[in-house]
């Protein structure tokens, strides 16, 4: 893990300046090639996809890795073709020690990454760990599909709940880019789960250790978490301007005290792409600089306020479930704050992200879980019967302790077996409409999560 840091921080938790070119991230792993990345991770990659009720095929995986061998030896093959599993799995055990080496310290109660909580000013904090991790849950991903195909269940278990702990190995950092990457890991996760559950792969103790896995997530309490984060990551950044670093560069006062807002304004244009307004921002920054130190109150009390009265109450902990209309009211909120910039209101609308699409996002992951947990006691009572029951009411106690709701609206999710003898599980998704089990989707992917229903099914026999 250290070696993902190395390259910026010293093992003090300070800038390594330059950056360190020799430092080889231990924690970076690929399944391509870089040059390679935008084709192989095209529509036909070959990596299935639950919400589609599409399985993968590793042969597209298996034809890349020999391709590729012709040019280089990144990826071990053997000089004649195997199963396509096979081929995959040996292309990916260039990996196996550093994959053994998380798998040991995943037996570890709480896990922390050396974050510098005292970078300034505070949004400039490094977090290099999550492209790694999220790398890291795509080559495990890949090899718990192979590993099932290759008849190797208990081993695509053990990589499945390896990367449901990456998850939540960060899941205590009060950053939104946090949270929205551990629910990216989750969706990858998903596909080998729900691959077993589709080939019919996994035994009845395998469901019952892979549901108490998935119990341990709550993503719609982790996205009250997330926005009180940001609500403080906001506010810190605004106690930087008030009581900058000592820098003898500025030696007025006023100038001491404004070179942080043109820093910082720098920082988010850079991150937003948005110089639309960079003449009046300047200005707005200019004045507020030099003005009262109660502008800056008031920009903080905005936040708090904010973030408190719009954010936080779309989701609602105690009935579990999660509003669309109070995420849409609180993005028509912001964007009223922003209409009508002032010096009270200018770092609030410069610093606050809308949050609509993180609330899509968390109620989408939490349903995410919701529907496998019980595509899982599905799977259990049709092991024990032979077939899915008529509805889900059979499965608790026995299966489920509680056949969790709908988290949007709060209703009974929705289930019925269908001719083949599959079943269709789903919610009415963010349009908060009953949708039949039809998945909004265009040119044969998922059109977006504000679209359709949610549905879990598998592809037809």
């Not at 290759?150 to 949270?179: G, M, Y």
């Not at 691959?195 to 103790?205: I, V, Y």
């Not at 719609?220 to 984060?229: H, I, S, T, W």
């Not at 105690?318 to 209309?325: H, L, N, R, V």
């Amino acid at each position: 893990m250290a070696s993902s840091y190395a390259a910026w921080l010293d093992k003090n938790g300070h800038r390594v300046k330059p950056y360190a070119t020799n430092v080889v991230n231990r924690l970076q792993m690929n399944i391509a090639r870089n040059d390679d990345w935008p084709q192989t991770h095209s529509a036909t990659n070959g990596i299935g996809d639950w919400q589609m009720a599409k399985t993968s095929d590793l042969k597209i995986w298996q034809n890349y890795y020999r391709t590729l061998s012709a040019t280089t030896n990144e990826f071990p093959v053997t000089p004649q073709p195997q199963s396509p599993a096979q081929d995959v799995l040996l292309a990916l055990s260039k990996y196996d020690p550093t994959i053994e080496e998380l798998r040991e310290a995943s037996q570890l109660p709480y896990s922390r990454f050396p974050l510098n909580y005292e970078s300034q000013p505070p949004a400039t904090i490094l977090l290099p760990h999550l492209a790694a991790l999220k790398q890291c849950g795509q080559v495990l991903q890949l090899r718990s599909i192979a590993e099932l195909q290759n008849n190797e269940n208990q081993k695509a278990l053990d990589d499945v709940k390896l990367s449901l702990r990456l998850i939540n190995s960060i899941r205590t950092e009060p950053f939104l880019i946090c949270h929205l990457v551990r629910i990216a890991i989750l969706q990858i996760t998903l596909q080998p789960i729900y691959e077993g559950l589709a080939e019919r792969k996994w035994s009845n103790e395998q469901l019952v250790d892979l549901d108490a896995e998935l119990a341990k997530l709550d993503f719609l309490a982790d996205y009250q978490f997330a926005v009180r984060g940001e609500r403080a990551l906001e506010i810190a950044n605004i106690d930087f301007f008030r009581h900058p670093p000592q820098n003898p560069d500025f030696r007025r006062p006023r100038f001491y005290f404004i070179a942080p807002f043109f820093s910082l304004k720098q920082l988010f244009s850079n991150l937003t792409g948005n110089d639309d307004r960079d003449s009046q921002m300047n200005f707005q920054t200019l004045v507020l600089g030099f003005g009262p130190s109660g502008w800056l109150d008031q920009n903080e009390l905005r936040i708090a306020q904010f973030e408190t009265k719009w954010d936080l109450p779309i989701v609602d902990q105690e009935t579990k479930t999660i509003s669309p209309a109070k995420a849409r009211a609180a993005n028509d909120a912001l964007g009223r704050e922003i209409q009508h910039q002032t010096p009270e209101d200018l770092l609030e609308t410069l610093l606050m992200p809308a949050l609509g699409s993180a609330a899509i996002k968390s109620a989408y992951a939490q349903e995410s879980v919701d529907l496998t947990r019980v595509a899982i006691a599905l799977e259990r009572y049709r092991l024990a019967h032979g077939v899915f029951p008529d509805s889900l009411d059979a499965l608790a106690p026995q299966f489920m302790e509680k056949i969790p709701h709908d988290v949007i609206g709060g209703q009974p999710l929705h289930y019925r077996r269908t001719d083949d003898g599959q079943f269709v599980l789903y919610s009415v998704g963010w349009n908060e409409t009953d949708d039949g089990g039809v998945v909004g989707e265009t040119k044969g992917k998922v059109a977006g999560f504000e679209f359709g229903d949610w549905v879990w099914r598998y592809p037809a026999k």
